[in-house]
């Protein structure tokens, strides 16, 4: 043990390379973690070597062989190629930041549990997807020195789902980069519509993995419910990576002619806080989330929020945003008020971004090294 605490591999191979919820958690993480003087070595992929050299200048960075960029050798690796670097840099403590983690580490190992929808709402998951997630996460609460989640809610289902130890689960919140995601200034917003194709029409903004439990199908038909008879309906903006949701061309097949959605893909991280923060509302109806990063990231860029009060959302976004029910009425209702109330709009904008202020990555790295230490202590 150190001044800087217990010296700590982060096993950052399972960053994707879109940079998703994952990617903004580790990336997030890692540069808070070098920035509070933690004694801190990465593992990552190849690809990933300069870029967390340049987060995390003060760390030590080991990439992994070029194999693993492929997740069958990922998985392997991480049980034989881990724990043979976690040794030859003298690491006290392993952190495995999803799910998964080596069984046998010789030392102790911290893992990440995201959620617990994989078991409460498995017909939201693949298949494959769900049993893997949660054969992990049961190896997790049984093997980890320690399990981190990003809220109160997800330590909750752990305990009620797989009556899990509640001593040895530690909570950390995410954090926002209020860099990144920032209230954006007029040109921000128009360079972004003109990406877009809006000319000026205003938006309704969805951010998001388009996956069953982002419930995206819900808010097309609530959109659609709200504004099919309205001459100057917003147009509705569904950004982000595909996800396996079918029933989301079948939504967008009935929407009427008049109406447009938007599916742009992934879009450029610096045009986030135009996109998110020059929507009219942001929309997130989840059925449930282990924390609801997007939902912050909204916040931070200064933009009323829409979302539900399934599990962690409410800890997120506390009285700042809008609340509805997941069905396509109460959407419809909701988007409806919000479309129709500039002042209540402007209000959340501002209260929103106070909110977010809230939420560091420096706060979440002190939660990760008091995480970090109990687990060496035992």
């Not at 320690?146 to 040895?168: F, G």
């Not at 909570?171 to 200034?185: E, I, R, S, W």
């Not at 003109?194 to 199908?217: C, D, H, S, W």
């Amino acid at each position: 043990m150190t001044d800087a605490g217990p010296r700590v591999l982060v096993d950052a191979t399972a960053v994707p390379a879109d940079r998703g919820g994952v990617g903004r958690y580790v990336d997030g993480l890692v540069q808070a973690l070098d920035a509070a003087g933690a004694d801190l070595v990465l593992t990552c992929q190849r690809s990933d070597a300069e870029r967390y050299s340049r987060m995390a200048p003060e760390a030590r960075v080991i990439p992994g062989p070029a194999a693993i960029a492929h997740r069958p050798a990922r998985l392997a690796w991480e049980q034989t190629g881990l724990p043979l670097v976690a040794q030859q840099v003298q690491a006290a403590v392993v952190h495995s930041p999803h799910y998964t983690m080596p069984l046998r580490a010789g030392r102790p190992v911290v893992v990440t549990v995201h959620d617990a929808t994989f078991f409460t709402e498995p017909e939201l998951h693949t298949s494959v997807k769900g049993t893997f997630f949660r054969s992990a996460t049961r190896t997790a609460m049984r093997r980890a020195a320690r399990v981190l989640v990003p809220s109160k809610a997800t330590r909750d289902e752990l305990i009620r789902i797989l009556d899990a130890d509640a001593t040895l689960i530690d909570v950390a919140y995410h954090g926002v980069d209020q860099q990144t995601f920032h209230v954006p200034v007029e040109v921000e917003k128009q360079r972004v519509q003109a990406r877009l194709g809006l000319a000026g029409q205003p938006y309704i903004a969805f951010l998001g993995t388009l996956e069953p439990r982002k419930n995206v199908p819900g808010l097309i038909r609530g959109w659609v419910k709200a504004f099919a008879d309205r001459a100057d309906a917003p147009a509705l903006v569904l950004a982000g990576g595909s996800g396996w949701d079918d029933t989301i061309d079948q939504a967008v097949s009935a929407v009427p002619s008049h109406l447009r959605v938007l599916r742009p893909g992934y879009l450029r991280f610096t045009d986030l806080p135009g996109f998110l923060g020059g929507a009219l509302v942001v929309a997130y109806p989840s059925h449930g989330e282990g924390f609801g990063l997007p939902v912050l990231e909204a916040m931070a860029c200064g933009a009323p929020v829409l979302t539900t009060q399934r599990l962690s959302l409410p800890e997120v976004g506390g009285d700042a945003v809008a609340y509805t029910e997941p069905d396509a009425d109460a959407i419809a209702v909701a988007l409806t008020a919000l479309v129709g109330d500039a002042d209540r709009r402007a209000q959340l904008g501002v209260a929103g971004h106070e909110r977010s202020l809230e939420f560091t990555w420096a706060a979440s790295a002190e939660a990760h090294l008091a995480s970090y230490a109990r687990a060496v202590s035992g």
